[in-house]
């Protein structure tokens, strides 16, 4: 198969001298990617991505454009991820390309996360907001998100739908407005209705569906155009088990395609709107996992051709042409789950992203005319699969006897017994883990531990009862899941009962927090990025935002009962070393969360550590911030649990 590597400078040399070495250097898994967001112009000529850069005048990322037919790279944009973080990449036409960027900010005392929607022009090598200095003058507020695109219009490259609040006498809610990519003029499409916050247009680009949330109640409404009459379809309670969620019309503007549950689990279902009935048509399910994601269309066939469902990043197409391309891409990449992320118009051109447990993400160009497969860049390009520690599932069941999924990944070439383990829950809680490549985990197997990652009551992916039962269960059962995967590993041998660390980020830093109060000799430490430390305080700043109710009902109102929930305070309980790790501008928890344990393990005299990343967010989106977080980490566990 021809190789051509342009979007890293990698050497199969390199990588050869990589898989030589035992321990890799750190840099290698905190690095932010090499490559992100990869996307292919609509005549597929052009690739576009955001590319690492770390050199004398920038430590950031830089949006790469690759013209395939001469070969040429041009590097228009470039940020340092210090204020404005890019979120995504997309094209607009052959020659704009969007940029959706965050910045923290603040409005009227509460902080907040603004997003804006830039454009790259390539005929006019020039970069600016997608909306004229004009669009907003008459605005009272400038609104708070710039960024939500209904509808790419693909038959109308100098225009694109987007929502934005603001507009008219509601303007707390969503309008729909057509942007000009040219002037930046804007044209009112859908006018704003009360509770409505999200619209969803049909093939046709009529503006179709309204998503209605007044508090945790849901309606789903339908009209026939825009600022037409509309029609309830269906409604329900947040988080219960009669939601139905549209996902996207077929080329029939009468069919829907919606996610609702069956038998229990999620599924994919399409309705025919002109039934009365509104009768739901299975469409694909799985019998073990919930089943979501986005529908797959073909503009060229004019139909949807199949789902890129949330397992594992399995692609499910039921038209034949694209299982016959499908199964090919599997003959040649066996070892790999292999994603056709995006097709040219002509659907001739394509992206296939490849991962797996130790694939950690290549990029492929094809060539359907020419029956080629190009590697265009590695995600990571220190992480060959030659140096990955391949995770296993495992399963062991909870005190109460529910069954817990859950993923062991131990060192590379080592026998998994009486190791050093690090029991990593993940955050959410409403997620899931699963076999797929992670960073983290690879660190740490790489560093000699053994890491068991388990999906615990409350985890997504499980259908409705098992998410429903994490429900205002913070620091209960939910808690004690975790601590039997630590109870298990330990009764099979596998791991060293006195050398067994607690790490986690967000709920999982939470968790790891409620591990060391409430079983204190169970492990030697703990390290919480970004972690909820009290939960009265988390639902009480819920108030300053419209899904506050939705909170109350995920984690609970009762605010004694919260309290006494929340590794605060449990601080007397803890006695171990405690890392405490959080961005100053974290604006999903709040960095006094961690703050105000220290604050308390101190006072306590306690051995705590705290770590605050200026200027970082929720995600460690800096580079520096990465690295910085992933140093500390590996000096901390190797002074307590004595792995060099």
């Known amino acids: 198969m021809k190789r051509i590597l342009w979007l890293l400078a990698i050497t199969y040399i390199q990588l050869s001298n990589i898989a030589l ?68 990449l997309s094209w607009a036409s052959d020659d704009i390309i969007l940029i959706t960027a965050k910045y923290p900010a603040t409005r009227r005392g509460i902080p907040t996360t603004e997003t804006r929607l830039m454009k790259y022009s390539l005929s ?35 225009h694109i739908l987007m929502q ?25 499409k859908q006018h704003a209705q009360k509770y409505i916050e999200n619209w969803l247009t049909d093939r046709q680009n009529q503006v179709r569906i309204g998503i209605y949330r007044d508090d945790t109640s849901y309606r789903i409404y339908e009209q026939q155009e825009a600022d037409g009459d509309l029609r309830l379809l269906w409604e329900f309670e947040a988080l219960d088990e009669d939601a139905i969620w549209p996902i996207g019309f077929d080329h029939d503007p009468n069919i829907l395609y919606v996610s609702a549950y069956h038998q229990g689990l999620k599924a994919i279902f399409k309705v025919n709107l002109t039934d009365p009935n509104l009768t739901k048509e299975l469409v694909y399910q799985n019998e073990n996992y919930d089943v979501e994601g986005q529908l797959i269309y073909s503009n060229l066939k004019q139909k949807v051709i199949g789902i890129d469902t949330n397992i594992e990043g399995e692609f499910l197409f039921w038209d034949n042409d694209y299982i016959k391309l499908n199964n090919g891409l599997n003959d040649v990449l066996p070892e790999s789950h292999n994603v056709i992320n995006q097709l040219s118009d002509n659907e001739r051109r394509y992206l296939v992203y490849s991962t797996g447990p130790i694939e950690s993400g290549t990029y492929f160009y094809g060539d359907r005319d020419k029956g080629e497969l190009y590697p265009i860049a590695y995600r990571y390009s220190q992480l060959p699969p030659e140096v990955l520690a391949k995770p296993k599932k495992v399963n062991y069941n909870a005190r109460d006897g529910l069954a817990i999924e859950a993923f062991l990944t131990t060192p590379k070439d080592t026998e998994a017994k009486n190791l050093p383990t690090i029991i990593f829950p993940h955050g959410g809680p409403i997620s899931y883990d699963s076999t797929a490549f992670d960073y983290w985990s690879q660190f740490f197997a790489n560093r000699g531990y053994a890491v068991l990652q388990m999906n615990f009551r409350g985890s997504a992916g499980y259908g409705f009862q098992f998410m429903n039962s994490g429900l205002k269960n913070w620091g209960l059962e939910m808690q004690n899941d975790i601590e039997d995967g630590a109870h298990w590993l330990v009764q099979q041998g596998i791991t060293d009962p006195k050398r067994m660390c607690i790490v986690g980020a967000s709920y999982g830093g939470y968790a790891a927090l409620m591990g060391v109060a409430k079983t204190p000799d169970l492990y030697k430490c703990a390290i919480s990025i970004a972690g909820v430390t009290d939960l009265e305080s988390l639902v009480k700043s819920s108030r300053n935002y419209d899904n506050s109710k939705i909170v109350k009902k995920q984690i609970g109102d009762d605010y004694d009962d919260l309290y006494q929930r929340s590794p605060i305070s449990k601080a007397a309980s803890i006695k171990v070393p405690v890392l405490l790790i959080h961005g100053t501008k974290d604006r999903v928890v709040k960095a006094e969360h961690s703050e105000a344990m220290y604050d308390e393990l101190n006072e306590l005299n306690k051995p705590v550590k705290y770590v605050a990343l200026e200027n970082g967010d929720h995600y460690l989106s800096s580079n520096e911030h990465r690295l910085t977080t992933f140093i500390e980490i590996e000096r901390f566990l190797a002074a307590n649990l004595g792995v060099k």
């Open 21 to 88: 070495a035992t321990s890799l250097p750190v840099e290698a898994f905190a690095n932010l990617p090499d490559v992100r967001f990869v996307t292919l112009s609509p005549d597929g000529t052009k690739v576009a991505s955001l590319i690492r850069v770390n050199n004398k005048t920038l430590d950031g990322q830089m949006l790469s454009i690759r013209d395939i037919k001469t070969n040429k790279d041009i590097f228009p944009v470039q940020t340092d991820n210090q204020k404005f973080v890019i979120l995504s």
């Open 124 to 158: 006019d090598n020039k970069t600016s907001s997608v909306f004229s200095k004009r669009t907003f003058s008459r605005f009272v507020d400038v609104p708070q998100i710039q960024s939500s695109i209904v509808d790419y219009l693909d038959n109308d490259p100098d």
């Open 164 to 188: 934005i609040s603001g507009l008219g006498s509601k303007m707390q809610y969503e309008s729909v407005i057509k942007v000009s990519l040219k002037s930046g003029g804007i044209k009112i």
